[in-house]
């Protein structure tokens, strides 16, 4: 994270590739992997040509993880929301979403400053338990 806050995204990526052959067979970590070379990749004009690889990396991820698993329910979301940017019909992306968001479950689980939650938009449901938790929701920042 530091080297992304200090707009070294080369080394932010090669970081990125080193952590990640390390913990190969470790599916939680690979999951969290992917999904911040996506986000980091969506991010910046400049790992554009990263974003297919981070997304089909993220998918494969996704596929041996625990449907359970902390992190799985966000990187999903992080998987629709490239799914909408890439032209999926908005039906398709708000059900997975809502699937995903699990009715403020995953912010319950992962807390309200996690990475993944800052996908959910102006969803309802994400400002509801925002403000339930004494939060600001994203129309509140």
């Known amino acids: 994270m530091a080297l992304i806050g200090q707009g070294r ?26 999904a911040l070379a996506l986000i980091l990749a969506m991010t910046s004009i400049d790992l554009d040509a990263e974003r297919e690889r981070a ?6 991820a996704l596929q ?14 992080l998987l629709a929301a490239v799914d909408g940017i890439a032209g999926t019909d908005s039906s398709v992306v708000r059900a997975a979403v809502e699937r995903d968001w699990g009715g403020g479950t995953l912010r319950d689980a992962l807390g309200p400053e996690h990475v993944f939650l800052h996908v959910r938009g102006r969803h309802p449901a994400a400002r509801a338990s925002a403000q339930r938790d004494g939060g600001a929701d994203d129309a509140g920042r």
Do not use: K, Q, W
Request: glycine share 6%; proline share 7%.
């Open 9 to 34: 995204l080369p080394d932010a990526v090669a970081t990125i590739e080193r952590v990640r052959r390390r913990v190969a067979g470790h599916e939680r970590e690979l999951v969290m992997l992917d």
């Open 55 to 60: 997304a089909a990396r993220l998918r494969a």
């Open 64 to 77: 041996s993880a625990r449907p359970d698993a902390a992190g799985t329910p966000g990187a999903a979301m």
